[in-house]
């Protein structure tokens, strides 16, 4: 049931592709097996890999790499025609894709045995939570909950309801209702100032964080509703002390599938320190690449690589690899690490690479009045949420206890819930489009 559930959810977007899904999920379960169970290993792995891979090339980067090629010609006076095939990019083909490529490199290096059951399998792969957008789930963790008997767990039940609540207040209340301010400023730079870039910059840190942690939520919260543990996938990420911390607390499937399986086969730290630093940008500047086919993306990986080259330069420069506890010197490195985030967010959010410099070049040179948007108490709403969210984020970082919808008190808890839920019908922006991360 949970396998054609699964399948209907994702052919309620585009029915035909659920054809690429179903390609990806045979062609490494087929490999699998036969990786082994043949002294060919290396072959079924590489076919497997190179062949789905290619399906993501052709439906998210052909179009984007012919016309560079197309680009560089005309910069060298040959003009010539740029082909362009329409084809319409799949809704979550990277997480799949990459989830699949995972598993068969896991049976590989025999970290997990082959699942024989083609359709447990299957299911693994379009499991229906975290299809579109992860997170990234390892074999080694999900698929031997599809084994498992599954009966109603009414605490389970209710925490994934919490997960969820949290999830769409980040979704509908903060990131809907920054975005069309975002929007409103990126999509037509020329016209806006450097106060007005730097605050949609800021807006823009909250709503790609508040689009994706907050899907990431209600799919770990909608699993955990049906009985299934995903991993987390955010943990506080704007709390980092450093580049390397943020890594480890953002979009963490992903980040720990490129250290598991780029980072690491590239060489990891275990080799010279030259190397160690191109194993580090690679790493970053392949994940820029992964999130899209635009150049933004590009030198978004390429900028992030640079930050954690020079993390890591740092670390090993023991008079700076100081560990302080003083209050001002860590909110200071918080400071500096959610600044330079939001530097990298310009290039993630901006059109073109023409918008990113032109960014840059009005925040330096051209202040002015801050753009409205919506009015004064539409910004006002907006750092008035971003606030409640921060205070949610630094209480769990310091441990406090105060605890509202987890609260131990089964009256207390339904009441905080209760609240979160008026507060989303009123703060809401329910005529919202699909999440960011859906495109990648």
């Not at 799949?90 to 490529?101: D, E, H, L, M, N």
């Not at 769409?168 to 920054?178: D, G, H, S, T």
Request: net charge positive; aromatic share 18%; glycine share 8%.
């Amino acid at each position: 049931m949970l396998l054609i559930a699964s399948y209907y959810f994702y052919m309620n977007w585009e029915p035909v592709y659920a054809i690429l899904i179903a390609t990806t999920t045979f062609t490494t379960w087929f490999c699998g097996n036969k990786i082994n169970s043949t002294p060919h290993k290396k072959a079924y792995l590489s076919i497997a890999i190179i062949f789905n891979l290619l399906i993501l090339f052709i439906y998210k980067y052909l179009n984007f790499v012919t016309e560079s090629i197309f680009a560089g010609l005309e910069f060298c006076g040959i003009k010539m025609e740029v082909p362009h095939f329409d084809l319409l990019l799949p809704v979550g083909i990277s997480f799949y894709t990459f989830q699949a490529i995972g598993y068969i490199i896991d049976v590989y290096r025999g970290t997990i045995a082959p699942e024989r059951n083609l359709w447990t399998y299957a299911l693994f792969v379009s499991f229906f939570p975290q299809l579109v957008a992860g997170p990234i789930e390892r074999a080694k963790n999900l698929l031997p909950q599809f084994h498992e008997k599954h009966t109603f767990d009414k605490e389970a039940f209710i925490e994934g309801l919490k997960l969820m609540i949290w999830g769409y207040f980040m979704k509908l209340c903060i990131a809907e209702n920054v975005g069309s301010y975002v929007d409103a400023v990126y999509n037509n730079m020329p016209n806006h100032n450097g106060t007005s870039i730097i605050f949609a910059t800021f807006l823009f840190t909250f709503q790609i964080f508040c689009d994706f942690g907050g899907y990431s939520l209600i799919a770990v919260g909608t699993a955990k509703c049906v009985g299934f543990g995903l991993m987390q996938n955010f943990n506080r990420p704007y709390l980092a002390r450093s580049m390397r911390d943020f890594w480890r607390r953002w979009h963490i499937s992903l980040s720990s599938w490129f250290a598991d399986y780029v980072y690491i086969p590239l060489g990891g730290n275990r080799c010279s320190m030259v190397k160690h630093q191109r194993n580090l940008f690679l790493t970053m500047f392949i994940s820029g690449i992964w999130h899209g086919a635009n150049w933004t993306f590009v030198f978004w990986g390429a900028y992030h690589g640079l930050l954690q080259v020079i993390n890591s330069i740092k670390r090993r420069i023991k008079w700076l690899d100081y560990k302080c506890d003083n209050i001002f010197i860590k909110t200071s490195e918080v400071v500096l690490v959610f600044i330079l985030t939001m530097c990298g967010w310009i290039f993630f959010r901006a059109n073109s690479i023409t918008d990113v410099w032109l960014a840059f070049e009005k925040i330096f040179t051209q202040p002015g009045l801050l753009y409205n948007g919506d009015g004064k108490p539409s910004i006002a709403m907006y750092i008035g949420l971003i606030g409640l969210l921060m205070f949610k984020e630094v209480k769990d970082e310091a441990g406090w206890n105060i605890r509202l919808m987890h609260h131990k008190s089964a009256s207390i808890s339904a009441i905080c819930s209760g609240l979160m839920i008026v507060l989303i019908l009123l703060c809401a922006k329910f005529e919202s489009g699909q999440f960011i991360y859906f495109q990648f």
